[in-house]
């Protein structure tokens, strides 16, 4: 156990390169099982869920291996255990994500029932539908799917979710590739992360079309070759360094991000009155500089390209500081306000409706306070209020925030903030 200790107060200047995205990296390692050629990731973050996802793919008998500072080769040309423990599950849901490729890969898979982040009901039965309806037969008992396809390959299959799930449209669409004849996902997720995946196994060989925004057509190959491919920057990650920049008075350029990626989000800081500035596509970068008096805004989360619900914790902070009052409605997962009550606990006043729906009073002083992670985006979000607190605060918990943000404490220290890691 280990803890954040954040001094606030401190404006937050200067140049940050953010990260590969944590939810596009663990479905391109995926996707690397789906060859026994060499397959390079380059711009991989160094974060605890990459190291749990790296050691579950060691364990079935793929080489993983890091060659560089942010790349990570991947080589499965033979797997010796089709089983992904109870222990992965547990750490990081992400790990369902290998049920579609071992599956279509090696005609079979053992997997747990997976774990992850306490924010609500996040069932894999659109994951299990799909596998069922491209010919797999599953089978659930003591906390284990035994899934296996009885030809030995998937087949072709209309898959039509009935909402847009993104785990769920990547697990059919790695399930897919190698199936045969053609698959059609209807609803299909178009996140920035999956068609980065798309991306990538389209360079594998792969045959990929999006006739529609939300309709993916695969045409299924008999084997995928080796690629190397770079990661999307994280936007996730450089939303949370933006809010942390306005709440904070400074002026930080994050640099390595895709902005049109962050499209509705700033939109909404845009409303807010924050200032920002934006400079190429893929690889380009977004400066935030303060301004005085933020506007209360309103927001409803939902899929992309809609406002993301990972960057809803976080603008609730931001929101503390707005001259009046704004409202949240979580349409994504219902417990992912779980966080208010320790933001309370630092001086936000924050009534939670309902499981959806919060009304955020502003502007309302932060205070320094001890307070507890209890999941990925609320520990940003306690950081980003520790960020703007008066006083120090000691922030337990931080595990979480290591699975998605790479060395958080060591970028914010480099634009000026006051904060340190210590030992529980």
């Known amino acids: 156990m280990q803890k954040f200790i954040v001094t606030g107060g401190q404006p937050l200047n200067g140049e940050v390169q953010i990260a590969g995205a944590k939810n596009a990296v663990l479905k391109l390692m995926a996707a690397a099982a789906l060859t026994d050629d060499p397959c ?39 797997a010796e255990w089709l089983f992904v423990p109870l222990e992965a599950a547990m750490k990081m849901r992400a790990s369902f994500i290998l049920l579609g490729p071992l599956l279509s890969r090696f005609g079979r898979v053992i997997i747990s029932n997976p774990g992850g982040d ?146 509705a989000f700033l939109a909404v800081l845009e409303c807010m009155g924050v ?40 603008l609730a902070v ?14 994504i997962y219902e417990d992912r306000l779980e966080y208010v009550t320790e933001l309370n606990k630092m001086g936000a006043v924050i009534e939670v409706l309902d499981d959806r729906h919060a009304r955020i009073a502003g502007p309302t002083p932060l205070h320094g306070r001890e307070v507890e992670i209890s999941d990925l985006r609320a520990g940003a979000t306690l950081v980003l209020a520790a960020l703007a607190a008066s006083e120090t605060s000691v922030i337990s918990g931080v595990e979480h925030v290591d699975r998605g943000y790479e060395q958080i404490e060591s970028k914010l220290v480099g634009l000026g903030a006051q904060i340190h890691r210590i030992d529980a």
């Open 318 to 331: 931001l929101m503390t500081q707005a001259d009046g009052m704004s409202t949240i409605h979580e349409t």
């Open 40 to 78: 390079v990731l380059y711009n991989v973050p160094r974060i605890s869920d990459v190291a749990i996802l790296r050691e579950t793919m060691s364990d079935i008998g793929f080489e993983v291996k890091r060659t560089d500072d942010d790349a990570l080769e991947i080589r499965a040309s033979s």
């Open 275 to 314: 200032p920002h500035e934006t400079d190429g596509a893929d690889g380009g970068s977004l400066r935030i500089h303060s301004a005085p008096g933020y506007r209360p805004a309103d927001i409803e989360t939902e899929p992309y390209p809609g406002f993301a619900t990972d960057l809803q914790a976080p």
């Open 118 to 263: 306490r924010i609500g009901r996040r069932p894999v039965n659109l994951h299990v539908e799909a596998m069922t309806a491209m010919g797999a037969e599953v089978e659930y008992k003591n906390g284990y799917y035994f899934a296996h396809a009885p030809q030995g390959r998937l087949r072709g299959a209309v898959i039509e979710f009935p909402y847009v799930t993104v785990m769920g449209t990547e697990n059919a669409l790695l399930a897919a590739v190698l199936a045969q004849g053609t698959t059609v996902i209807e609803n299909a997720a178009r996140e920035p992360e999956t068609d980065d995946l798309v991306g990538m196994l389209c360079a594998m060989g792969a045959h990929i079309e999006r006739p529609a925004e939300h309709r993916l057509e695969i045409e299924g190959v008999d084997r995928l070759r080796g690629v190397t491919h770079r990661v999307i920057g994280d936007r996730l990650e450089a939303g949370t360094f933006a809010i942390a920049t306005a709440i904070t008075g400074g002026d930080v350029t994050m640099r390595g991000i895709d902005p049109r990626h962050l499209a």
